[in-house]
């Protein structure tokens, strides 16, 4: 499916749910903004039933889940043995403590040298059919040997590494135990590594409690909040679904050079500055924000919706337009992003295999 079509259902999607919240709000008769009616859970069932968390965990075919496989990728994710100078691994950036982000505005690599993008957060990565900022990848699998060899990320030129770890007896062995050979491949360090990955994920969260009948799960500004996010502030348009993105590329008017979605796609004006939506899961735990860091807090990223972007280009998409926000209004947004973060918890491995 073409990337124009997908924008264009999403655009048809979007339009029906705000209709739907704009019917809800106006039946609440004109109350003063400063005490705005309660929102009631009932009224917005059918707008929660859209951020529904899904039961399982899709696994490809080729690299269906085992116990096994995913212990020895989880070793991997966190071995600094798979970077050039043995002091960087995948959650030097990917910390499981700052949501599998890093809390820079820009990652640094092995040779200290900031790279040009912020670290995004690999949370939920299992449902992402597009990897990156600007989504160059489709697959975990494809995308996990990039930062061994990228020169400024861990530095391993992938023939040092198969060497490296051949010569470790407990990699061979687990690697034979998952995947049913001892001879060690980029392929196969990728399939360990993407299985850990999706097991990543973010579980129930204070919003996901309301939804299912909890009144007392979140304040009454986050649910204000969310009212907003899938009205007034049309957020939903673009950070829909129980991830909280469409899995699509626009640009939002974040001022800056890098070109993001076009790089990969050029020639087409609205994927000029475009950059994939971020899942807004556990945002709060991941400031600061944007593809570059440029925004340090959520109240900030508020403000640049409501001002319609910071950065005004003939890309921006349509749906970024002054919103006319109330300081309450901005404070219920914040809240309601607020209850999206689940407390997960992960061990992180101290002894590696020799
Ligand atoms: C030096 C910091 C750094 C290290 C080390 C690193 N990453 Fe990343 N990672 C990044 C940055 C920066 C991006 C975004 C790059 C871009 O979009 O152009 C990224 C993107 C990703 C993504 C895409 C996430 C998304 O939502 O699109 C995944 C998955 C990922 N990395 C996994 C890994 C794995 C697996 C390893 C170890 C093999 C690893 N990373 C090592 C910084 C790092
Ligand atoms: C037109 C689609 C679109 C709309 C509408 C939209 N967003 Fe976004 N959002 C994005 C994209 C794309 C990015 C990443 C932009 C970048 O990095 O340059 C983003 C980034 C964010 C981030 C930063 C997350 C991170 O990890 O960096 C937050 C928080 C956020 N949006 C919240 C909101 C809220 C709240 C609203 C409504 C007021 C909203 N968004 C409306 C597409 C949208």
Redesign the pocket.
Known sequence: MGISQRIGEWTAAAAVCVTAVVSIASSGHGAPPERPDPVDRRAVRSLLAQYARPDSVPHPEDNRYTAERRALGKLLFFDARLSGTGDVSCASCHDPARSYGDGRARAVGVTRTTLGRRTPTVLNTAYAPALF?DGRAETLEQQALGPIEAAGEMGLPLPVMVRRMNAVAGYRARFAAAYGSDSITPALVAKAIAQFERTVNSTPAPFDRWAAGDDRAIEESAKRGFVL?NGK???A???GGWRFTDDS??D?G?PGADSGRARVVPGVEVLEFA????T?RN?VE?AP???DGSERT?AE??EL?DRGGRARRASL?P??KP?GLTRQEKDD?VAF?RTLSSRDTVSVPTHFPR
């Open positions: 900022w996010f502030a049309s957020c348009s673009c950070h590329f626009h939002i974040v950059f994939k939506t971020p807004l945002v991941r924000y944007m593809h959520l990223v508020v919706y998409s749906f970024i919103l947004l992003l």
